[in-house]
Each structure stands twice: as C-alpha cells, then as structure tokens.
C-alpha cells in the first residue's frame, strides 16, 4: 500500500498526554502510522494525500460487549420486565435461530457499527466462525467468544466447551490479527462453578482471556449470595476467574469490597449502560470503579436492549447521567467519556498496544467526523463537540490497519442492501 | 398551494388512539391536513404526490424549552459547577453580547432544530425581536418570550418587564399565527415575589401565558425555603402563578405536595432531562408527575448545557433514563416518550388544538424520517425504531403550516452556510 497522508484536520490522539492537534495530519503506510502531528509543510513524501478541510479524526471507537447476531429482533420487543422479555420474547426467538439469521443478524450489526465508527468490537454469540468470517469479510477488528450458558447434559455442556475452545483456538490471531478470542461462560448464575472452572482451565490452556455477564440485575446477586453465600464477584473471584485477564460485561450492582476485588485483580468492565437503563437494571457505580483504577470501557450490549449500536450515545450517556446522578457536574468528563470509548476500551480488550489511540507506530485504526454541520459550531471545543453534540451519523470515513472501509458514507467491503434486505426477510420470517 | 399527498409511508399519528398506519398517506391543502389514512387508491384529487417508499412521517417535534442565541456559546465551557460555569464563564460572555450575537445564535439554532425535526420551539431570551423575526424568516413555529431577571434598579426592572409586555402584544399571533408569547419572569430565585406579581398582572391583562424557570436544583429550593418558608411551586402558587396558564421549566426537586398543586392548577412542566444531567441538577420525578396527571413535555434547553437541539436524544433518554432509576422496564414505553415530544408538547404550549399530532383539520406540521438504513432494520415496530434506534440526523423533510422547509436536508428558507460562518466568527469574537 502507498504511504497517505490526511492533513489540515483536528487530530484527536487520545494519547498518554489527550494530545488535541489543530491543523494536524495523519500519515500512515500499509497497515501503521506513521506520522501524528501538524499539517507538515512537504507532503512530497505521500503518494496519496487528502485534505480533511477541518474535519476531525480520531481513534476507532472501541465496543466492548454485544450480541451482533441479536440485531434480528431490533424492536421486536421492548418496554418490558427483564424476565418476561427474555422468556416470552427474546428466548423462542433465538430458540429458532438458524446460521442464515446468525450471518445476517451479524452483518447487519457490522454495518451500523462500521457507519458510526466502531473499528473494534466484542462479540459473544453461538456459530462464532460465521461471526469470525463476517468479521474477516468487512475489515473490522473483532474480539470473538462463543458463549457457553450452563444448561443441559453434562455431554451438552462439554460439546458446547469443546466448540468454545475450538472457536477460540482457530480463529486467535486470524484475519491478519484482526480478530482475537476469548472464552466466555455466559453467566455465574447460569454457569455452575464446576463448569466455570472448566471454562478457567481451558483459558489457560489456550492462553485466552475470558470474558462473561456479572452482576448486572440485584436479582442475580441476591440469587448469587442465596445459592453460593457470596456476590457474583467474590464467587468468580474464588474459582480463580480474576487470576485470568477477564472482562466482565455491565458490573452494575457492586459492593465496595466487589470493587476493590476488581481493582486489585486488573478486572476489565464493559459497562453497558443504555442498555442496563432501557432493561431497567439500574446505573453502574461508574465514578467508583475509576476512583479505585478500575479499567472502565463501553459497551452497547446487544441491539434488542439498546437499540442501535452507535457507541456515540453511549459516550454522551455515560459524560452526563453520571453527573446528574451524583448532582456533580465535574463527574466525568468529555475527555474522560471519550477515552472510555477508544483507548480505556482497547485496553479493556488487551489491544492498547495496537489500537485506541492515534500514535506513530500503532494500527492505523480510526475515523473522520464531517463538522461542516451546526452540531459542530462555533469552533470552540472539538471534544466536547464529538462527546456532548456529536453522533454516529457524522462519521464520514473509517480506516482499519490502513484500510478504508467506509468512504464518504459508503461502505466498500460489504453490501448493504442486500444485508437490509436479507436482514429483514429473515427477521420477519421469525416473528411469524 | 396545491393539494399534496405523501403516500407509500408509515404515519405515525400521535391521535388519541395513538394511531399508526401502515401504507398510510397524508394529504394537505395550503395550512391544513385533509387526509390521514391508508393509501388511497385514487390519488388524482392531488396536484403534488410523493411516494415516501416506506419512509415515516410523524408529527413535528415540539421543544418546551431553550435559549436560542445561547448556541453561540456551544462548548465553550462544560464540566463546572453550576455556579462556577454560570458565573465565571456564560455570564461574562453573555454580558458580550450584541444583537448580532442574538440574531446568528438564534439562527444557528433554528437551524438545528428544523434539521433535526423540531417544528415548534420554546425561547426566552432577551433582543426577542430579532428572534421574532428570524422564527417568520425561517417558517418555524415559536412560543417567545422576553424573559426578565430581577436584578438592577426598580427603573430597569420597569422598562425590562415593559418591553416583555409590548413584545409579548406585538408578536402573539404574528408570523401567520407560527408564533404566540408568553411573559416570563427568570425564576423565583431571581424575581422579588412583588415582580412576579406585577408580571402576573400583566399576563392578566395581555392574555398571554406564563413561563418560568423553577426547581431546577436541590440549593435553589432550599434557598427559596429559607427565603420565602415554602418551595418554589408552593410559593408561586401563593403569588397567583399557577391561576394563568404556565409552563414550568425544570421541575426537577419536588415535594408530592408540589406535584399535587402542578397537577391541581393544571401546569405544564418543561422536563430538560439532558441539561438537568448535564449539569448535575438531578433528575425529574416524572414518572409520579404523569401518574398526577400533570402535563410533561420535552425541553432540550440551550445547547451551552445540552450540547445539541436534537430532541431525539431527550427522547431516548426519558424513554430509558427513568427505566433505570426505577429499576422497572416498563416505565415510561416508547409511545408515551414520543406523545412527550409531540401532543403532549403541543398540549403544554396550548396548541394542542394545532400541531403535534396528525389529523384532519389541524396544521401540517410535519416531518419524513429515513428509514432505509440500518436503525430502522427489521421492520418490527416503527415506533421502538424513533423512539429508541433513531435520530434527529435521520429526518430528511419538514413541513410547517405546509409549507417545505427542509428538503432532503437542504434548508428552503435558511442560509445554512452563512449562518455557520458568521455564527462562528462572532462567537470566537466573544471569546477572545
């Protein structure tokens, strides 16, 4: 690939120092950057250069929890009690899922995700290779597990644990080391802890990280301390899953000693909180968890209980309610808000070296913001602008490893017509 | 004006049945809508047909509360307490301004709010003339008001109140009966309760509502307390406040009594729930107002605490926000966030009888939201879809009084480009 340069641009780095360039550029060659800092006055070196006319770039978001196949059922349900959703909704559904839904659910999640700026996601789901193909096919950066949930015969469990590894073994390190893997019990309150400790062992085996759903209801920790005379939290703790590089998704009902169990063990949260608003599960202790070092990232979780995936709600949610829950306008700031989103999220997922943020040397990952719009004026603050006005409709242009994979709001690695369409034919044939 | 017809789409009607029509149409002729239903078979009573290609239309939103020229000041300061953002950063600039700085600051947010699908807005600022004649220019719908504060000399109070006067008698009506006023005293916290009572007076004899703001924080009601022995709802209802039609902003600290007397004396309460968050007010009972009865409405106040005029976004929020806090999905369903932004927004301004929702014989205020992109995929349920995956980006026509004012997402009436330049120049003039 040819060396290109983007110039006369705003570059937010999200840098070491929240490094925020006027009239900067990006250059970048194959897959790397290569230069991060003014508009240089010789652009000689560059075969291709673009002039970004005061646009903003900045890192790939980075999505750390969700269900990409799940988008099948966008709207199909909403408005209802987290167990009479799930059981009467949600469950027989899925229950009917074939891997012509999983391909299409997952494609169509890939795309709303490419349009509004993710490069990097998580994805826990059942048939993974198809994930993992999707993933390869559209040039996205993908964290992949199939989830195991601990119900059925013992011969069940351990064909889904082998099918688990096997996922997690064969696509480690593929699509040019775009995608990696996890393993992922779904939940401790659906996972017995014979089987999580299976699921520990394997981790190590495979030198994977693991990744699983924790106390994200007071209902599953109540059931948790009544089943096992401890909180989601001690209990994981006590199996050993915490010896393990672990990301646990949402995390919103936590004691002051479950905190600190996550601090002191490098515990990555994807905190979900759209989705733990919508589901009516309560609000994460967000400020806390900083206060204590804990590695905060976010999260959309799936788009039945969101419900889309544009990670720029998320980052406004979460630089605002905080706020308004504390009565303290100082909690979280845009700075802050929009590290969670990119490098807090990619050292969430263990890729801190590789993406998240725009330096020399790194993954050329990251996306152009159109602010030729109102929600970008007058030109007083570019961060607070992308994390209090901005939206995911506003990305223009996505790069992964260098490559251009939305142009001008187009996408060149997928079809998105067929992807709508077939994504709805399927879906409806479900509700049916 | 001809007779035209958007046919082929989903109508969402915000009626009393809460009525959606799928392969629905509206008709319009000059001001007024004509036809609401299916499809018609015959379209040759038509002039002008559209086919909407299964895009939706629903009610132009009605925004209960804003400060328009404040858009100039857009990210110049966030993340400050209260008193320290107000006082040490939007005060002074404030005190900058000219009316030039009213005129581009309303124009930058008219632009805003008909881009992203507001048709009737709220504003109280001062120089409302200029806003006056820039609501006529644009062919939006405004409720205005010259909002004065109680400081300075018993002459200056005299003169402010007087030019809200004669603003509120020379515009109400005005513009093609787009825009009607209101008078407006600050807050109880800065009006002496003898200038609310002469500003009640004159809303008596000018027959115009009021408009005010009130219990926004948890210091402000305790200040009013200490000062006056009641709460603020308490104590303007003694004034006589809530004997006139009002419109309260705000509303976030209030006692059951407070909520008894707002839905007693039938007042209108403006919920801001973005800017409440934003600067760490807390957050509106909202969910015991409506089982009062009370009438709540969406506000996105001014973008300097919001960051943006897309009222999409309170949408979503009081939609999701209030789930959480109650720990209850069912709170607050998607049909009653949307009823928020359009009937019951319409309903709290006192034009309920004119826009806000689409039926025969009232005003064809109107919006077209694109559907065919990722948001609104499946088609399960187009009101989950606005409600929950949309967004103000996504509204690609505007109609007011029948007239188009937004088309494709280009401005009929407006010079986007002129205001984005001169809105920015003075701004960065301010600030400098």
């Known amino acids: 690939m040819a060396r290109k340069l983007l110039y006369n641009g705003t570059i937010i780095t999200c ?3 929240n490094e925020v360039i006027d009239s900067g550029a990006i250059g970048f060659e194959d897959e790397k950057i290569v230069y991060v800092g003014k508009t240089p006055d010789d652009v000689s070196l560059y075969e291709e250069t673009i002039d970004l006319k005061g646009d903003i770039v900045l890192p790939g978001l980075v999505n750390t929890h969700g269900h990409t196949p799940m988008s099948l059922l966008r709207g199909y349900a909403d408005d209802l009690h987290l167990q009479t959703w799930l059981e009467d909704k949600i469950w027989p ?3 009917k899922y074939t891997p012509e839904h999983v391909k299409w659910g997952a494609n169509l999640s890939i795309l709303e995700m490419i349009r509004t700026g993710t490069t990097t996601f998580v994805d826990m789901y059942d048939y993974m ?13 993908g964290v992949l597990c199939r989830g195991v949930i601990g119900f059925g015969s013992e011969e069940l469990l351990q064909s889904k644990l082998k099918e688990a590894a096997e996922f997690a073994k064969n696509w480690n390190n593929a699509a040019n080391g775009r995608i990696t893997t996890m393993l992922s019990p779904h939940s401790p309150y659906t996972c017995s802890p014979e089987y999580i400790s299976q699921i ?3 981790s190590v085996e495979l030198n994977v990280p693991l990744h699983t759903h924790m106390s994200e209801t007071k209902y599953e920790v109540d059931k948790n301390i009544e089943d096992f005379g401890a909180t989601p939290v001690a209990h994981l703790d006590s199996l050993g899953f915490f010896d393990r590089p672990a990301l646990v998704a949402h995390a919103v009902h936590l004691s002051d000693a479950d905190i600190e169990i996550l601090a002191r063990k490098n515990v990555s949260v994807s905190h979900n909180i759209i989705s733990n608003l919508k589901l009516g599960s309560g609000i994460a202790p967000v400020g806390k968890m900083l206060a204590h070092g804990v590695t905060v990232s976010l999260g959309t979780d799936s788009v039945a209980s969101n419900n889309n995936l544009d990670l720029f709600e998320e980052i406004k949610s979460v630089a605002t309610i905080h706020k308004g829950i504390a009565q303290d306008a100082t909690a979280i700031s845009a700075e802050q808000a929009l590290r969670m989103a990119t490098i807090d999220g990619a050292a969430a997922v263990w890729l801190g070296d590789k993406t998240g943020s725009l330096e020399v040397g790194k993954d050329a990952d990251f996306i152009v913001v159109e602010t030729n719009q109102s929600f970008y004026y007058p030109r007083h ?8 006005s901005g939206s995911g409709r506003d990305v223009r242009d996505v790069y992964v490893q260098g490559k251009q994979i939305l142009d001008n709001r187009q996408f060149k690695t997928i079809d998105e017509e067929k992807i709508l369409f077939e994504a709805n034919r399927l879906s409806r044939m479900l509700a049916e």
């Open 381 to 388: 603050n570019p961060v607070s602008h992308l994390v209090y």
């Open 200 to 202: 520990i062992d394997k």
């Open 15 to 17: 840098n070491a120092e």
């Open 93 to 95: 559904l899925e229950a």
């Open 129 to 141: 290779d198809i994930v993992g193909k999707a993933v390869d096919e559209a040039g996205i950066r």
